[in-house]
């Protein structure tokens, strides 16, 4: 028996296979909202899809979002590959979501971040004119690029994440960040990325979104938490930062300090050790 559940909408003609992923991470549920109301909206008629194949997975993490945990055994999104002898929960999951990115074109995969007030922003791992396209129908400022870059030179982390999956299969894949978990416009924008991503690859009528304009940020490298210590400040993602700024402190007290002026990435003020902390970019 299958763990996930997945709904397939095929239109009467050929076009793209898009699948939409939603909480792969068991606590960000903008996603699983938005693709809740786009099926209610699709099955009375409301949505039309003309071209294309759409498969979409509302819980990627069925036992994490009943919990309203991020995962049950590990992080699905850092095991988002084929295991031949699967040993936790998330690589079962894996196993099955796997399949369905190998077959779709393009898979957007919903997530929501755990601050009040944190800024959506997309990821562009692998660019090209496919992500392209589905970023530009994002009502998003920020796009952040280089992760798979950080992860080959620093080796501590292996990176089986959506997009890594979509890329080894030849296939494309964009992480949307949609804000705040609970906060309505969460969902709100990732109902909007949803029909925007349908009409920008044609498979309904609807209206062309507006694009609005896009700051590219690329990674540059991570900081893993290797002791206790805590952060300087309740950083919030993409804040910036200045050359020499002391962004974190060790009990034993060694510091961290900025190596140049940037933006501070995706600080986790609870990083559990060996875990990233917080990540360095610059704009592009
Ligand atoms: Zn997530």
Known sequence: MSLITKYEFEAPEEGIKLLILAAVHGNETAGTKACNRLMAELNSGMVT?????????PVCNPEAYRKDVRCVEENLNRVMTFHENPQT???RLANEICPLIKRSRVTLDLHSTHCPG????????????YNQTLINALDV???LEGWPEIYGRQQQITDYSTEHCAHVYGKTATTLECGYHKAPEAAELAYRAIVGTLAAFGM??????FSCRKQRIRMDSFVIKEREGKLCRAYKHLDKISKGERLAVYD?????????????????LEADLGTEWYYLGSAI
Do not use: M, R, S, W
């Not at 899809?49 to 997975?57: D, H």
């Open 49 to 57: 899809l003309k071209k294309g194949f759409l498969t979409i997975v």
């Open 118 to 129: 944190d800024v959506p922003f997309a990821f562009c791992d692998y660019p090209d004119k």
């Open 141 to 143: 400022e920020y796009v």
């Open 204 to 209: 309904t009528d609807g209206e062309l979104p």
């Open 89 to 91: 929960y998330e690589q």
């Open 252 to 268: 034993d007290g060694e510091a961290l300090y900025a190596p140049d002026d940037g933006y501070i990435l995706l600080p986790n």
